[in-house]
């Protein structure tokens, strides 16, 4: 099993993570290949260029995610030697993953920690967001976005057979149980010391609605693409994706969102002012 391979505070593919003279992370391939389970570095040449085609594609320059370098590989008896290889981005990694064998394990599992890493990430270099420089404007950007994805993750989620608000109650809780070690939002209201005509969102910290954004995306794209059809095939797929977060928040040695502090009433920042700045921009 993944998890007896994997150190219960740090991802695997964390402990192998390097960081230059310049102080950019980054992944060497060869290692990425061992744990990937590749028998030989040459059977894995192929998934980094249809990684790079992907990066391509995506209108990203492949100089910023994979280049070349010499590589150390330890051997038995501590001896090193250095081999070629290729110094990869995280980004990269998201895209190794993604065209690697998704029949092996290890390798569904790459594709959750890199997809998580990855869209904090962007959400962390987001323009609007970078120019925030206060914890309340952060909680303002990402309760405005919270609001317009859970929109679309309903409208999906009605697409799927959650028609009824009761049964959408009850999709609800399942990816907060996912993502909360087992805890519905009753549960949550209870241990954030929440009132009950209070929302649970209204009263999250940024790192807390970040997470929660994830597994509502990521949620709503994965009933889309794959077309999930019934109530509880739905409920599951809510409470997996959330299972999945904090299983990669736990590995990278974040706290769990239930230990997350309880913050003031969002509502109180919108009545102190113009919020309209703080909404992310249209894309043109």
Same mark, same amino acid.
């Given at each position: 099993?993944?998890?007896? $391979? +994997?150190?219960?505070?740090?991802?695997?593919?964390?402990?192998?993570?390097?960081?230059?003279?310049?102080?950019?992370?980054?992944?060497?391939?060869?290692?990425?290949?061992?744990?990937?389970?590749?028998?030989?570095?040459?059977?894995?040449?192929?998934?980094?260029?249809?990684?790079?085609?992907?990066?391509?594609?995506?209108?990203?320059?492949?100089?910023? #995610?994979?280049?070349?370098?010499?590589?150390?590989?330890?051997?038995? @008896?501590?001896?090193?030697?250095?081999?070629?290889?290729?110094?990869?981005?995280?980004?990269?990694?998201?895209?190794?993953?993604?065209?690697?064998?998704?029949?092996?394990?290890?390798?569904?599992?790459?594709? /959750?920690?890199?997809?998580?890493? +990855?869209?904090?990430?962007?959400?962390?270099?987001?323009?609007?967001?970078?120019?925030?420089? +206060?914890?309340?404007? @952060? $909680?303002?950007?990402?309760?405005?976005?919270?609001?317009?994805?859970?929109?679309?993750?309903?409208? /999906?989620?009605?697409?799927?057979?959650?028609?009824? *608000?009761?049964?959408?109650?009850?999709?609800?809780? #399942?990816?907060?149980?996912?993502?909360?070690?087992?805890?519905?939002?009753?549960?949550? #209201? &209870?241990? @954030?010391?929440?009132?009950?005509?209070?929302?649970?969102?209204?009263?999250?910290?940024?790192?807390?609605?970040?997470?929660?954004?994830?597994?509502? /995306?990521?949620?709503?794209?994965?009933?889309?693409?794959?077309?999930?059809?019934?109530?509880? &095939?739905?409920?599951?797929?809510?409470?997996?994706?959330?299972?999945?977060?904090?299983?990669?928040?736990?590995?990278?040695?974040? /706290?769990? *969102?239930?230990?997350? *502090?309880?913050?003031?009433?969002?509502?109180?920042?919108?009545?102190?002012?113009?919020?309209?700045?703080?909404? *992310?921009? @249209?894309?043109?």
């Amino acid at each position: 099993m993944i998890q007896d $391979r +994997t150190n219960i505070h740090k991802s695997i593919f964390e402990q192998i993570r390097e960081v230059d003279e310049y102080g950019n992370e980054f992944w060497g391939a060869r290692k990425i290949s061992k744990i990937l389970e590749y028998s030989e570095y040459r059977h894995f040449l192929p998934v980094i260029d249809r990684a790079k085609e992907a990066c391509k594609n995506s209108g990203y320059d492949i100089q910023d #995610h994979f280049e070349d370098y010499l590589e150390e590989i330890k051997h038995g @008896k501590g001896a090193k030697q250095k081999y070629t290889s290729v110094k990869l981005s995280r980004y990269a990694c998201y895209l190794i993953v993604q065209n690697a064998d998704p029949s092996k394990e290890i390798v569904a599992y790459g594709q /959750t920690y890199f997809a998580v890493q +990855t869209r904090l990430q962007e959400i962390r270099q987001m323009d609007e967001y970078n120019r925030l420089s +206060t914890e309340d404007e @952060k $909680r303002l950007f990402l309760r405005f976005e919270m609001k317009k994805h859970n929109i679309q993750l309903a409208d /999906t989620a009605k697409k799927a057979g959650v028609i009824e *608000p009761v049964d959408y109650a009850v999709f609800q809780n #399942h990816g907060y149980m996912g993502l909360y070690g087992g805890l519905n939002a009753k549960a949550i #209201h &209870k241990r @954030k010391g929440l009132k009950q005509n209070e929302q649970i969102l209204d009263h999250m910290g940024s790192t807390e609605l970040a997470a929660n954004l994830f597994r509502a /995306t990521q949620t709503e794209e994965k009933l889309r693409k794959e077309d999930i059809k019934g109530k509880q &095939k739905a409920n599951n797929i809510h409470f997996e994706v959330g299972k999945k977060i904090r299983k990669t928040i736990e590995e990278i040695g974040g /706290t769990m *969102p239930e230990n997350l *502090p309880i913050a003031d009433s969002i509502k109180l920042l919108e009545e102190k002012g113009n919020t309209k700045s703080l909404k *992310p921009k @249209k894309q043109k």
